[in-house]
């Protein structure tokens, strides 16, 4: 029986291949996202983090208004650990488990297996930023008119797509390293530094300054303290499309460097390294 030919294979429906993955990736490249691990995520990081930090301070002789600061910047930063770590490390997973080499020649899309990918990412990000601001309205100080509740949620749904895309981004670059984890932390502390987390960005020197504005959780931050403020809808539209953009732009990043680690992980040999 004659072979069929390659270019003739069928792809996979995009919605198809998308849902598949974001329904399968918990259970398998994502399988350390049991409950336990989620509800902590959730529940637990949020408010320790937002602890440490308004004691660090508390002990440094800030106010009300310093700890309410660094309490919403933390409950915001906290995204990291969903979109960034859990989905960077889709990589790991699937060297660790010996299914890269499938993944890469099935005739899937690309986009759609990683996007599906970042589906359930995104959903627990909005759930861990959406906690974290509830610990910082009710034990920080932190005062969130319900009135600009619609806008707040407009920067937190933006801010969890951006950040997921970073993840997704990250996760390219780790396709031809041997662990994603360290990129993980970097990326988590640089955001802890230089996104206006703990301090303003105009603290910084010029240099610092422009680095952060490349890290989409800067724009995602900008945006849900001018919400919480209440600033006028023309500045918020434009924070708004800034944290489209980084994320748009991630995500194409992501894509591209998935191309181009693919072809040189063939090359030498590391897609099976682990």
Known sequence: MALANPTTVPHPQ????????????????????????????????????????????????????????????NAVATV??????????????????????????SPAGRFALYFGRGFIPILISLATVTVGLTYAALFFGVTIPVATLPELAVSVVLTAFAMVGFGLLLGGVALYLRTSIILGNIFL???????????????????????????????????????ISGEAFGSLALLWAAVAFSGVVSLGLAMGCWEYFERRALSTGSIARF
Not at 38 to 65: D, E, N, R, W, Y
Not at 208 to 218: A, H, N, R
Request: hydrophobic share 50%.
């Open 189 to 227: 502390f640089i955001g802890l530094l230089l996104s206006g987390v703990n301090f303003p960005l105009s603290s910084l020197p010029p240099v610092l300054q422009w680095i952060g504005d490349g890290y989409p959780l800067t724009w995602g931050l900008a945006a849900i303290r001018a919400s």
């Open 80 to 105: 990291t650990y969903s979109s960034v770590f859990s989905v960077c490390q889709t990589t790991d997973s699937e060297k660790q488990q010996g299914t890269m080499e499938h993944l890469l020649v």
């Open 14 to 73: 995009f919605w198809r291949t998308m849902w598949a993955n974001a329904l399968l990736a918990p259970r398998t490249t994502l399988g350390f996202m049991r409950i336990d691990f989620v509800l902590g995520t959730v529940f637990v990081i949020p408010l320790t983090q937002m602890v440490f930090f308004a004691f660090v301070v508390t002990l440094g002789g800030g106010g009300a208004s310093d700890v309410a600061y660094v309490a919403l910047g």
